[in-house]
Nanobody
Framework: QVQLVESGGGLVQAGGSLRLSCAAS????????TGWFRQAPGKEREFVAA????????YYADSVKGRFTISRDNAKNTVYLQMNSLNSEDTAVYYC?????????????????WGQGTQVTVSS
């Protein structure tokens, strides 16, 4: 069973950048598609980005397109979310998710493995 641990969150000024990492345990991680979701206080969990298990296909929410990039290094069992031009609306807990499939999709119930989340706070 794959387990996920996020890191890299923190406090950043508006306009700044952060890179989140999601480290996976398990030898079969390359078989899993991954996604990033976020949840702000009082709001539902929302889709941010997704990538196919080979990393060749990527999808983004309109709100982050052009600013965020999802990538993965299967040799390191790690998925990344590079976040640039951050603004206050990006403040949320960010979650990494995985599913044993080619591609996981944009909805959270398409994923069955989740990390514990990492807080991202953007100050204006």
């Amino acid at each position: 069973q794959v387990q996920l641990v996020e890191s890299g969150g923190g406090l950043v000024q508006a306009g700044g950048s952060l890179r989140l990492s999601c480290a996976a345990s398990g030898r079969t991680f390359s078989s899993y598609a991954t996604g990033w979701f976020r949840q702000a206080p009082g709001k539902e969990r929302e889709f941010v980005a997704a990538g196919s298990r080979g990393g060749g296909r990527t999808y983004y929410a309109d709100s982050v397109k052009g600013r965020f990039t999802i990538s993965r290094d299967n040799a390191k069992n790690t998925v990344y979310l590079q976040m640039n031009s951050l603004n206050s609306e990006d403040t949320a807990v960010y979650y990494c998710a995985a599913v044993n499939a080619y591609y996981g999709g944009r909805h959270y119930d398409e994923y069955d493995i989740w990390g514990q989340g990492t807080q991202v706070t953007v100050s204006s």
